[in-house]
């Protein structure tokens, strides 16, 4: 487009000019200059000198229309009826073993709403123990013996959300053991685990006897931590405890 410079501008001829647009030699969407050269600067482009093309000081925004909005009826007719789509994914354990998110749920903890399970498929409940809390050192049970049930959330049973949890497709595991039982940390006190040692067999019951009566799939131990040859032993023994629990239909 041709621009009309104030009259006071040089408007010299360069590559472009006056009577010369920079889109007839090869440039479009540039500005002439009033120096007569081509450009999209704001030296080329803005003040009173722009000679031609897209210059700041072409003619204003024209106006938008005045007047009374249209006076139309808004369309009639009954709103959709369908339900709208619900939200969140239900992630759950029947996508297979190399597909799974597993939650940990400490049961001194409070318990987690649905919103934050709804994308988990497992959920790992922690722990069940053989002792009893105490600020200075827990107090370990001898024989490695646990509570018929266990805490799942909010120092509760809350067999309810278990029960929910399941019905979602979910699988809900028991953990045994967790830093409380000793040998987590240098300087430790707590020896929970030199109880257990030996018991594996009436261990691996009690916690069977929980899985069977709180609805949960299956039991896992921490990390065990003492000296090696008990150790070892132990591990034979978890072993086989954990076939056991294997073996039971989920």
Known sequence: ???????????QSGQCGPSTTCASIGFPGLCCSEWGYCGSSVDHCGGDC???????????APTPPTGNPPTGNPPTGNPPTGNPPTTGSNYSADHGEDSRLIAY?????????????????????????????SSSKNNCDAQCNIASS???????????????????????????????????????QNNCWDYCFGKEESLFTS?????DSQSLTLST??????????QASYQVGCFAGEQRVQSRPV
């Not at 487009?1 to 408007?11: F, G, Y």
């Not at 309810?160 to 300087?187: C, E, H, N, Y």
């Not at 916690?207 to 899985?211: A, F, G, Q």
């Open 1 to 11: 487009a041709t621009n009309t410079p104030d009259p006071n501008c040089r408007a």
């Open 50 to 60: 722009c000679q031609n093309g897209p210059c700041l000081n072409g003619p204003p």
């Open 105 to 133: 749920v400490g049961n001194w903890q409070a318990c987690p709403t649905a919103e934050q399970v709804d994308a988990y498929s497992h959920l790992v409940i922690a722990f069940a123990v053989s002792y009893t809390y």
């Open 150 to 188: 266990v805490p799942i959330c909010n120092n509760m049973n809350n067999q309810a959300l278990v029960d929910t949890w399941r019905d979602a497709g979910k699988k809900v595991i028991l953990s045994f053991g967790g830093a409380g039982m000793g040998g987590s940390w240098f300087g430790d």
């Open 207 to 211: 916690l069977l006897n929980i899985i």
């Open 221 to 230: 131990l921490t990390t065990i931590f003492g000296p090696d040859d008990r």
